[in-house]
Nanobody
Framework: QVQLVESGGGLVQAGGSLRLSCAAS????????MGWFRQTPGKEREFVAF???????NYADSVKGRFIISRDKGKSMLYLQMNGLKPDDTAVYYC?????????????WGQGTQVTVAS
């Protein structure tokens, strides 16, 4: 089994920055791609960023140019650097292992970390 644990969320003002981390443990050799998704209560889950096993990246249009996804060489740690935060970025952010962006699903999910951006 695989466990994913996010950290780094918090309350920031608009225009600020946060760096989210996701630590993978267990059978991490089974993790190929990774990603970040977010969800606000009452709204659909939203794709944020994706990174493949070969470190190819993909971003939602809403965060492109502001957020950067990265992972360590051993693929045991995932990061999301968030800059220029906006109130609309407020959500619970989830780390995902082996995600399918088109269906907003994944083989493994973290517990989520709250990001709140105040105006």
């Amino acid at each position: 089994q695989v466990q994913l644990v996010e950290s780094g969320g918090g309350l920031v003002q608009a225009g600020g920055s946060l760096r989210l981390s996701c630590a993978a443990s267990g059978r991490t050799l089974g993790i190929r791609s990774m990603g970040w998704f977010r969800q606000t209560p009452g709204k659909e889950r939203e794709f944020v960023a994706f990174i493949s096993a070969t470190t190819t990246t993909n971003y939602a249009d809403s965060v492109k140019g502001r957020f950067i996804i990265s992972r360590d060489k051993g693929k045991s740690m995932l990061y999301l650097q968030m800059n220029g935060l906006k109130p609309d970025d407020t959500a619970v952010y989830y780390c995902a292992g082996n995600p399918y962006v088109s269906t907003l699903t994944a083989q493994y999910w973290g517990q989520g970390t709250q990001v709140t951006v105040a105006s």
